[in-house]
T-cell receptor, first 111, second 113 residues
Framework: LAKTTQPISMDSYEGQEVNITCSHNNIATNDYITWYQQFPSQGPRFIIQGYKTKVTNEVASLFIPADRKSSTLSLPRVSLSDTAVYYCLGAPRTGNTPLVFGKGTRLSVIA | EAQVTQNPRYLITVTGKKLTVTCSQNMNHEYMSWYRQDPGLGLRQIYYSMNVEVTDKGDVPEGYKVSRKEKRNFPLILESPSPNQTSLYFC????????????FGDGTRLSIL
């Protein structure tokens, strides 16, 4: 069964860049790696998605090495409002199987 | 507004009393799924559906049932709830299994006494 591993928690000061790395074994060759953000009392919300190399949008960047065994979510200049839990999701290699989220990384941004 | 709607948002009930949590999406998505979220365990998939009349077990399906009679609805059924099913539940939908982002509902907090 595919498994994703992330750090349980991270702390950062406002204005710093934060990098959260997820290790994922056995993900599907042709599927995307996706990251979600979750605030308390809300459902997870899509942040960014990528297949390989680097993807950037208005809120984050995603770095995926060639072997695709990990991915790194990069949040530039975090603010207090970025305090949340971040989940990575990779599709298992075998088709039509359950999706396996990581256990999430709790990011705390300190003023 | 594109959304996934779950009902109820909160429910306290007793062991053995059948309950249904409804989930509806208005985005014409093919893929729908249910997750439970417990402290320290993250999101675990209970059941998912690739399309109408097609449902499959996720990581933790024991004690749950689902149905997908229509594209927009994907109810979660607990035939005989037990205290270990006390949890926060999320329904999600997307255009496909993994290459399109999932849209999550706001969650249903179930307490089984």
């Amino acid at each position: 069964l595919a498994k994703t591993t992330q750090p349980i928690s991270m702390d950062s000061y406002e204005g710093q860049e934060v990098n959260i790395t997820c290790s994922h074994n056995n993900i599907a060759t042709n599927d995307y790696i996706t990251w979600y953000q979750q605030f308390p009392s809300q459902g997870p919300r899509f942040i960014i998605q990528g297949y390989k190399t680097k993807v950037t949008n208005e809120v984050a960047s995603l770095f995926i090495p060639a072997d695709r065994k990990s991915s790194t979510l990069s949040l530039p200049r975090v603010s207090l409002s970025d305090t949340a839990v971040y989940y990575c999701l990779g599709a298992p290699r075998t088709g039509n199987t359950p999706l396996v989220f990581g256990k999430g990384t709790r990011l705390s941004v300190i003023a | 507004e594109a959304q996934v709607t779950q009902n109820p948002r909160y429910l306290i009930t007793v062991t053995g009393k059948k309950l249904t949590v409804t989930c509806s999406q208005n985005m014409n998505h093919e893929y729908m799924s249910w997750y439970r979220q417990d402290p320290g365990l993250g999101l675990r998939q209970i059941y998912y559906s690739m399309n109408v009349e097609v449902t499959d077990k996720g990581d933790v399906p024991e004690g749950y049932k689902v149905s997908r009679k229509e594209k927009r609805n994907f109810p979660l059924i607990l035939e005989s709830p037990s205290p270990n099913q006390t949890s926060l539940y999320f329904c999600a939908s997307s255009l496909d299994r993994v290459n399109q982002p999932q849209h999550f509902g706001d969650g249903t907090r179930l307490s089984i006494l």
